[in-house]
């Protein structure tokens, strides 16, 4: 029989799959195994970390709520505080309005008086002169007719 180029031994057919099956066992036992169990280790830390994000996410959103409840509170404080100065605002307003024209009205009704004082001074002085006069006249009258 030929030889053939290709020749297949039983014997080293047999030793290569024996030394393939121990490859696989040594491969498996120091490298796959290894492998899969840190990448178990990182999944289950990675799942830790998912958790707290999602607890945090959770916090954050309740603080933000918090602070969004604070923050309408202390806009309403402040447009209530700001509407009470403005009404106060007003009320002083309308006080020293008023309060100026009662002084205004009061000073109108002093000049008035004053006025009339000064008028009633001055007629009792032109009636007083008008009398002098016409005794003038009565006199010049009288004595130019006696």
Do not use: C
């Amino acid at each position: 029989m030929k030889e053939s180029i290709v020749s297949i031994s039983w014997f080293w057919l047999t030793v290569q799959a024996v030394n393939f099956l121990v490859f696989m066992v040594l491969i498996n036992k120091f490298l796959f195994r290894p492998l899969l169990e840190l990448l178990e280790e990182r999944e289950e830390e990675l799942a830790k970390h998912y958790s707290e994000i999602e607890s945090l996410k959770k916090k954050a959103e309740l603080l933000l709520k918090e602070v969004e409840s604070v923050l309408a509170e202390a806009k309403a404080k402040a447009k209530k505080m700001i509407d009470e100065a403005v009404k106060e605002a007003k009320e002083e307003r309308e006080k020293i309005l008023s309060e100026a024209n009662q002084r205004a009205a009061a000073k109108v009704e002093k000049a008035k008086q004053e006025i009339w004082s000064a008028f009633e001074v001055e007629k009792a002085k032109l009636e007083k002169e008008a009398e002098q006069i016409a005794e003038e006249i009565v006199k010049k009258i009288l004595g130019k007719a006696a």
